[in-house]
């Protein structure tokens, strides 16, 4: 039963910003909205999360709507090694994590 | 800083093989996840443990599969009688408490059930 809905891939130049969408209009209140992303013969891998407000980090950006009903993963400068399967990802109060398909991003020199 | 360590990586057996993976989290986690990745199905989450105790595992798909969490540092999966259609990657996961807080992963058993 997954809560959250990806496009199923993207390509992208590299050094060039990606923007990555999510929606997830039965968010309750208190999900917070997690992004993983999975390499090749690797475990997913924690990116960035949030709750209501925007967030940044060393590796990207979070977007949150205003509704809370969507998101956007930015990495501001795509480089060959993130290429990779994005995982939008809401996380419950008990503790669950719904995965969804993600979104399989292609990086082009 | 280790993270999660899962054994073994590969493993491949005959069916109707008893299987068992492996997984130590990172000292300290208070939660424990066992997800199943193929390509039909994605990331499943199988079962989880807080405080080393079973809180959900819904995600198990039959009466063969049984996991374990006899401590905080370790934690097993276990198939019995293994099955083609099992074959898949397994990962183990572990968190702290709290909705806000990642969890981190191991790079998977991959399992062929032959």
């Known amino acids: 039963d997954a809560k959250t809905t990806q496009p199923n891939s993207m390509e992208s130049n590299e050094e060039e910003p990606v923007h990555l969408p999510c929606n997830h209009s039965?968010?309750?209140?208190?999900?917070?909205i997690h992004w993983y992303r999975q390499l090749p013969s690797q475990g997913p891998e924690y990116v960035i999360h949030g709750l209501t407000s925007n967030v940044n980090n060393r590796m990207a950006s979070l977007a949150i709507a205003e509704d809370r009903k969507s998101s956007t993963l930015i990495l501001h400068r795509a480089t060959l090694r993130d290429a990779a399967v994005y995982y939008c990802?809401?996380?419950?109060?008990?503790?669950?994590?719904?995965f969804g398909s993600g979104t399989k991003l292609n990086v082009k020199p | 800083d280790a993270g999660v360590i899962q054994s073994p990586r590969h493993e491949v057996t005959e069916m109707g093989q008893e299987v068992t993976l492996r997984c130590k989290p990172i000292s300290g986690h208070d939660y424990l996840f066992w997800y199943r990745q193929t390509m039909m199905r994605g990331l499943e989450l199988l079962i989880y443990?807080?405080?080393?105790?079973?809180?959900?595992d819904s995600g198990m798909p039959e009466d063969r599969f049984s996991a374990k969490m006899p401590n905080a540092s370790f934690s097993t999966l276990k198939i019995q009688p293994s099955e083609p259609r099992d074959s898949a990657v397994y990962f183990c996961?572990?968190?702290?408490?709290?909705?806000?807080?990642?969890?981190?992963f191991g790079d998977g058993t991959r399992l062929s059930i032959l």
């Open positions: 996961a572990s968190s702290f408490w709290g909705n806000n807080q990642p969890q981190h």
């Open positions: 039965t968010i309750s209140g208190t999900d917070y």
């Open positions: 443990f807080n405080n080393n105790v079973p809180i959900d």
């Open positions: 990802i809401l996380r419950d109060n008990f503790n669950k994590f719904y």
